[in-house]
């Protein structure tokens, strides 16, 4: 292992650990006799990569932030997105029933409690983006957060994602339709793991966030893409979740659009892209760029 593997390893390790805990915490500060905070601590505190809060954890490394200061974006961030895997695995969404390695949150639960667990969810992410304590921050950043993540999520971000997805299945579309619905139903949820961080890091007015915001829609869309193609090259228990789903819903996806081959090829391509946008935001020396490559070259 080189030096730059040990210490994204490190730092991999340690900033899981943390939101690990503070997810746990979450739902140990909450009523125990709420029965519908079962399903949500069960499908939020295992079994997640936590790529998501690694970015934010990254950025604020990158730009010198505090990682206290981060702490409550990459919480809502981890949050909403459970919220919206608990949702995707509905039977009237894209009915899987593993998420994870383990059963899916409507399986285990019922899918009422499912429905109402992911609502919940949504909830607290912004409870704990609003909440003054323990953060010294101004308001206006908080704001900002706030209405950032809800424009996201929202009718122009993920759920127009999943709406387009679900509109798909058993169509034949090209592959600048299915940027598209990657783009809206997974980058919109990375890009503010990096433009979060920047906000606070005085960065919101610069050219910088422009060309972070290219960075998360490459990074989201890429990360699809190796979804993909792990759902043809790996196996169930390595992903946690059903292998070949989109097959078995005749969805379009990469690899039943170009091949394993060609999706690969595209893959490199977008890692080109991302290592010369972070040369050109001289970030190719920080955390941000080792947890952008496990984007690509993880395994599960």
Not at 21 to 39: M, Y
Not at 115 to 136: R, T, W, Y
Not at 243 to 266: C, F
Request: glycine share 4%.
């Amino acid at each position: 292992m080189n030096s730059s593997n040990k210490d994204f390893s490190q730092f991999q390790k340690k900033f899981t650990e943390r939101i690990n805990l503070q997810l746990k915490s979450i739902f140990t500060k909450k009523e125990r006799n709420n029965g519908i905070i079962q399903p949500m601590e069960y499908s939020s505190v295992s079994g997640s990569k936590f790529i998501r809060s690694l970015l934010v954890y990254s950025t604020g490394d990158a730009f010198n932030v505090n990682p206290e200061l981060l702490d409550k974006p990459a919480l809502a961030i981890e949050l909403i997105h459970t919220y919206s895997l608990i949702h995707d695995d509905l039977p009237c969404m894209d009915d899987d029933d593993i998420r994870r390695g383990k059963p899916s949150c409507h399986i285990k639960f019922g899918e009422s409690s499912a429905v109402l667990a992911g609502d919940a969810l949504q909830s607290i992410a912004f409870e704990i983006l609003s909440d003054k304590e323990n953060i010294d921050l101004p308001d206006k950043i908080q704001l900002s957060w706030i209405n950032y993540l809800a424009k996201s999520i929202g009718y122009k971000g993920i759920a127009e994602g999943q709406f387009l997805d679900l509109s798909i299945n058993n169509k034949i579309i090209d592959i600048k339709q299915l940027d598209e619905i990657y783009s809206l139903k997974t980058s919109s949820l990375i890009k503010p793991c990096l433009i979060m961080p920047a906000m606070i890091a005085n960065q919101a007015d610069s050219i910088i966030i422009q060309k972070l915001e290219v960075l998360g829609n490459l990074l989201g869309i890429s990360f699809q893409i190796k979804d993909d193609l792990l759902g043809y090259t790996s196996s169930t228990e390595i992903i946690g979740k059903t292998k070949n789903q989109d097959e078995l819903r005749n969805q379009p996806n990469y690899v039943n659009i170009l091949g394993v081959e060609k999706t690969k090829q595209k893959l490199s391509k977008n890692k080109e892209q991302v290592e010369s946008l972070l040369n050109e935001i001289n970030l190719r020396n920080t955390m941000l760029y080792e947890i952008s490559n496990y984007i690509f070259t993880r395994n599960h």
